[in-house]
């Protein structure tokens, strides 16, 4: 069972947090402040820190830049209301493993929280073949290919499949794509996930208009749905 630190100073948000955590099973500790945050996260060791930005103290910068300086690996999301690019590019330099913009849902915050755990304890085999339908996917190689016939996919479109693909049937966000495959450094806009997603569907589905695997999640993003046996 994953042990959750929750590091925020708003009452309603610390709880609201807590409680939706622990329905999913998490145990769940939470600090008021960042300079207590960084006690409990020094002292208790969480699988995963939770980190509010403006905080009395002690800023969620200034815990996540004092944690790595102290060769702390936990995974932190951070959360706060700044949604700049300066700001996520700000947070993600600091030491944050994914950035959440204020307000968020429950349901992209547990999706988000699974995938980050799911990183953090996987296995550190590299990911090697995925099977849909008659197309195969050699990541390693960096080949796909459909009844012998090689399928041209560019490199964004390998790192959009492999971050799905790592997902396991999680949603995707759009920003986690921007973050991942362009960088938040490069400016681009959640559309420009879509555009590539269109062309991803138009060369790995049978109908690009009734997608069969990789599916749209309303309001987040997109999820690869693997048949059984689908990855080796």
Known sequence: MSRILIIEDELPMRTALADCLQSEGYRVLTAADGECGLKRALEEKPDMILLDVMMPRLDGFAVAKELRRLKQAVPILMLTAKGMVQDRVAGLDAGADDYLV??????????RVRAILRRTHKDKNPLGTINLGDLEINFPR??????????????????????????????????????AVWGYTAFPTTRTVDNHIASLRQ????????PSWIKTV????YKLELPRGGVE
């Open 142 to 179: 960096q080949e796909a290919w459909r009844k012998k016939q090689a399928v041209h996919l560019t490199t964004k479109e390998f790192a959009m499949l492999r971050l799905l693909a790592e997902a396991e049937g999680e949603p995707v966000s759009r920003e986690s794509f921007l973050d």
């Open 203 to 210: 060369k790995i589905e049978t109908d690009p208009n009734k």
């Open 218 to 221: 309303h309001g987040v993003g």
């Open 102 to 111: 204020k307000p968020f849902s429950l349901d992209e915050l547990l999706a």
